[in-house]
């Protein structure tokens, strides 16, 4: 059970404190310069890290929800958890499907997908 909190633990790590960083990046990086193109390629290699580690914190999450879902499934701090990971995950899958060349609706959809995605570790904290 605890390796699977680990790994869960580790994904969730690499998923939020990814989305903290490239939010503070991508700004500065836009100021020094840097062409679409390589904010692109920064984007596309973060986007591969990123869904490794929302994968690793899916599937450890299924692992450690099985032995107690009977008591899981009427709580409902787990419940509203797991419909941000739902909501999250798909706001992230839109916005990596989808090109949209307003940097400000851009700027609006990961801004958002943060924010949920801190929910999640907030709910997940009051566990």
Known sequence: MRVWLFFHLIGAAIWVGGLITMGGLVPAMRRAGVTRDQLRAT?????????????????SGVALFWPIRAALERD????????????????????TR????????????????????LGILAAAAAL
Do not use: E, N
């Open 43 to 59: 984007a596309r290699r973060f986007g591969r890290i990123s869904w490794a580690g929302l994968g690793v914190s899916v599937v």
């Open 98 to 117: 989808t090109r949209r060349d307003d940097p400000r609706l851009r700027g609006i959809l990961q801004g958002l997908i943060l924010i949920l995605s």
């Open 76 to 95: 409902t701090t787990f419940v509203t958890k797991l419909v941000l990971v739902l909501l999250t995950g798909g706001l992230a899958f839109y916005h």
